[in-house]
C-alpha cells in the first residue's frame, strides 16, 4: 500500500472518493496500520485515491487493506455497481423509453467494462 491516502496499485488512473460515497466510509474504516512483516511493494490492481478525512485515522498511519479487508470491499463494489446498473436501466426504460439492451451496452461502456464483463450475463442476473 502506498505510503498516502492513495489505497492499491495500478496502471490506471486513480478512482477518487469523496467522503459521501459508501466505499469510502468501508476503506477508511477497514484501514489499519502497514504490518511491519509485509512488503510495501503494491500489488493491487486498483488505485483509490481518498481526501484527508477532518477526524479520525491519518492515511499516513492507517495506509493498509488486509486480504479479508479486500473481500468485504469487492463485495460491496459489486453490490454498488448492480444497484447503479438496475436504477440506470430502470430509469432509461420507464423514463425515457430506452431499451434496457442499449441502456445495457451505454453503462458497461461508461465504465470501460467492455472486454471484461458478458452485457448477456447482466441481463440474465437483471431479469431475476
Not at 474504516?29 to 512488503?39: E, I
Not at 491519518?58 to 479479508?68: A, L, R, V
Given at each position: 500500500?502506498?505510503?498516502?491516502?492513495?489505497?492499491?496499485?495500478?496502471?490506471?488512473?486513480?478512482?477518487?472518493?469523496?467522503?459521501?460515497?459508501?466505499?469510502?466510509?468501508?476503506?477508511?474504516?477497514?484501514?489499519?496500520?502497514?504490518?511491519?512483516?509485509?512488503?510495501?511493494?503494491?500489488?493491487?490492481?486498483?488505485?483509490?485515491?481518498?481526501?484527508?478525512?477532518?477526524?479520525?485515522?491519518?492515511?499516513?498511519?492507517?495506509?493498509?487493506?488486509?486480504?479479508?479487508?479486500?473481500?468485504?470491499?469487492?463485495?460491496?463494489?459489486?453490490v454498488e455497481m448492480k444497484?447503479?446498473?438496475?436504477?440506470?436501466?430502470?430509469?432509461?426504460?420507464?423514463?425515457?423509453?430506452?431499451?434496457?439492451?442499449?441502456?445495457?451496452?451505454?453503462?458497461?461502456?461508461?465504465?470501460?467494462?467492455?472486454?471484461?464483463?458478458?452485457?448477456?450475463?447482466?441481463?440474465?442476473?437483471?431479469?431475476?
Amino acid at each position: 500500500m502506498a505510503k498516502s491516502s492513495t489505497l492499491s496499485s495500478s496502471s490506471h488512473s486513480p478512482i477518487h472518493l469523496l467522503d459521501t460515497q459508501p466505499i469510502y466510509h468501508f476503506l477508511h474504516q477497514l484501514s489499519v496500520p502497514h504490518p511491519p512483516n509485509v512488503s510495501w511493494h503494491e500489488t493491487g490492481n486498483i488505485t483509490f485515491s481518498l481526501p484527508h478525512p477532518r477526524y479520525g485515522k491519518n492515511p499516513n498511519i492507517y495506509n493498509y487493506i488486509g486480504h479479508d479487508s479486500v473481500l468485504v470491499i469487492e463485495k460491496e463494489i459489486e453490490v454498488e455497481m448492480k444497484a447503479e446498473l438496475y436504477e440506470f436501466l430502470l430509469e432509461n426504460k420507464y423514463c425515457h423509453g430506452i431499451m434496457f439492451k442499449r441502456s445495457m451496452e451505454t453503462f458497461v461502456e461508461h465504465y470501460n467494462m467492455v472486454e471484461l464483463v458478458e452485457e448477456e450475463s447482466l441481463m440474465r442476473a437483471f431479469q431475476r
